[in-house]
């Protein structure tokens, strides 16, 4: 599995090229365009191991409901990919370690990466933010689509996110969810809420927007519902 | 004797130009990639254009001089001194007609029609198009930002009825500069790149609002899709045919991608941004029943045959059933 992605940062779209038998998963609606010769299958979760359990999990988690299974069959193929919202990607390499993803950067990986909702305790709950994370372990190349710019922060020791501009974080890395600011009252005046405090040693991927921010920015301007 | 000259591109930068924006627009100008202006612009000083006559130069020179590059015009036949002798005792005595032999096998300059400019590419894309006197410009309604002020403006209703049915506005603008050249900026309405195309007897279907803008010898109207490819893309039941002879701009939302369909290629209904004649295509379901309704993708769309397909790499309606979230509640009396 070849990825490549063009028109970075701005509006991104991971190019993947699929050899003969190699199969690549996506994100429900993910996909652009692709050859013709493309089979495509949607399961519940990861090919040939469909849980329904864990598909349950996995919509809860904000994430679709359905994951679809690219194959090109006998011949190589390719894949375009784009998210819904402008930003860049991320192309990472897991070598049997352990990524933790913010639930809705999940973009597409590799078949022999397997994807599990992670339960973050009801610390994750407090935070605003999706109450849950992916768990990607194994082998193999994954993409994360983000809102904005993403930029790497190496953290030895401690480090202060907000928790809108998480993409995803090793697994090395202990978090837990804190007030910015010295006292609560403070900290949401400071409309800074709930931020991530990392420890440890390891990387975290944060991306420049929050697309929870803009949503509210957009909201005096749409239809009522 | 009939004089003819050369325009030179000194190496050299405008004042206050940024060198990589100012490549860059120099590629856009002339079609190149980015590395190929990149080189082009590393061997000055070089002949872009040589051997032409004085008015041809002169829309050189000054399309060029826009894009922040500092270019000249050289009389060819004035022998083998240069005129681009000023500061540039450091490099070897090379004439700009040496050079130019190998710039117009690498890069054909096709610089054909309008001479015109896109800034801001691929996110924020906006089109400048100068208009030569006595010419005229048809422009998708409401996307002038700027415009001389000796432009005159007329509104036509083009493409009779079927316009109003695409989505696409009834009425295109038609800029004509009656009183000497002059220049127009437009803004399309989604954020995202532009690509110009040249039409010489070729046909290109646009999704009905990729239009940006025209020359008047392209023919614009509308093609019924059929009842049920319409109906089922979700998308509108007309595309835009574009055909005749001149200068085409089409716009996207995010990001275009060239593709070259050889034999099959698949697209989501919602990113196409436009394809060229000839090419079979029909509206389908991807993989089975449950993937038609439980992937996302819903329809797409199989071209066939050989031909271009530009696709786009966001999508307005992943966009807006995002921002449906974020709706506000009504309020219960």
């Not at chain 1, 006998?74 to 070598?95: C, F, H, I, Q, R």
């Not at chain 1, 994370?133 to 710019?149: E, T």
């Not at chain 2, 609002?209 to 020359?215: D, E, I, K, L, N």
């Amino acid at each position: 599995m070849k990825i490549e992605l063009v028109n970075r940062p701005g509006n991104t779209a991971a190019k993947v090229t699929l050899a003969a038998g190699e199969t690549c998963t996506a994100e429900a609606g993910a996909m652009i365009a692709m050859s013709g010769h493309m089979n495509i299958t949607t399961t519940t979760h990861k090919k040939g191991a469909g849980g329904i359990f864990k598909a349950a999990k996995r919509m809860l988690s904000g994430e679709s409901f359905f994951l679809n299974h690219f194959d090109p069959k006998d011949k190589e193929g390719e894949l375009w990919l784009g998210s819904s919202l402008a930003g860049d990607m991320l192309a990472l390499t897991l070598d049997n370690e352990n990524l933790i993803v913010q639930s809705g950067s999940f973009l597409a990986s590799e078949e022999s990466v397997d994807m599990d909702m992670g339960w973050q305790g009801f610390k994750s709950l407090l935070s605003g933010e999706s109450m849950f994370w992916l768990n990607l372990k194994g082998r193999g190349q994954v993409v994360l689509s983000s809102f904005g710019a993403i930029y790497p922060i190496e953290v030895d020791g401690d480090y202060i996110v907000d928790t809108g501009h998480i993409v995803a974080f090793n697994e090395t890395l202990d978090f837990t969810i804190t007030k910015a600011g010295s006292s609560w009252l403070q900290s949401f005046l400071g409309g800074e809420g709930l931020v991530c405090k990392f420890s440890g040693k390891g990387t975290v991927w944060c991306q420049s927007h929050n697309a929870n921010s803009f949503g509210h920015a957009l909201t005096p301007k749409l239809r009522k519902a | 004797m009939h004089t003819t000259y050369n325009v030179v591109i000194t190496g050299k930068l405008a004042a206050g130009a940024d060198k990589t924006a100012a490549i860059n627009a120099f590629g856009a100008l002339f079609k190149l990639s980015p590395e190929k202006s990149q080189s082009v612009f590393n061997k000055a000083p070089v002949a872009v254009k040589s051997n032409t006559d004085k008015t041809t130069a002169e829309k050189f020179y000054r399309a060029i001089s826009k894009t922040g590059l500092e270019c000249r015009v050289v009389d060819a036949t004035a022998g083998d001194t240069p005129a681009v002798s000023q500061g540039q005792k450091d490099t070897p005595a090379s004439s700009p007609a040496a050079p130019a032999a190998t710039t117009d096998n690498d890069t054909p300059v096709t610089f054909k029609g309008f001479s015109y400019k896109i800034e801001g590419r691929p996110d924020y894309s906006f089109l400048t198009v100068e208009i030569p006197a006595n010419e005229t410009l048809k422009v998708e309604a409401s996307a002038m930002a700027t415009m001389d002020t000796h432009l005159v403006m007329k509104t036509k209703l083009k493409g009779g009825f079927g316009r109003f049915l695409t989505g696409e506005s009834l009425f295109l603008n038609e800029f004509s500069a009656a009183n000497g050249a002059a220049e127009i900026g437009i803004a399309p309405g989604t954020p995202g790149d532009l690509v110009h195309q040249h039409l010489d007897g070729q046909t290109l279907f646009l999704q009905n609002s990729a239009f940006v803008a025209a020359t008047m010898d392209v023919n614009l109207d509308t093609k019924w899709q059929g009842m049920l490819k319409g109906f089922f893309s979700g998308e509108s039941f007309f595309l835009i045919r574009a055909s005749g002879k001149g200068d085409l701009w089409f716009n996207s939302y995010g990001a275009i991608i060239e593709i070259d369909v050889e034999d099959d290629y698949v697209v989501d209904t919602s990113n196409i941004v436009a394809f060229t004649e000839g090419l079979e295509y029909e509206i389908t379901k991807v993989g089975g029943y449950k993937s038609l309704f439980l992937s996302g993708e819903g329809f797409v769309c199989r071209f066939k045959g050989k031909g271009k397909v530009w696709i786009q790499t966001r999508n307005a309606q992943a966009f807006t059933s995002w921002a449906h979230f974020f709706r506000p509640v009504k309020s219960k009396k």
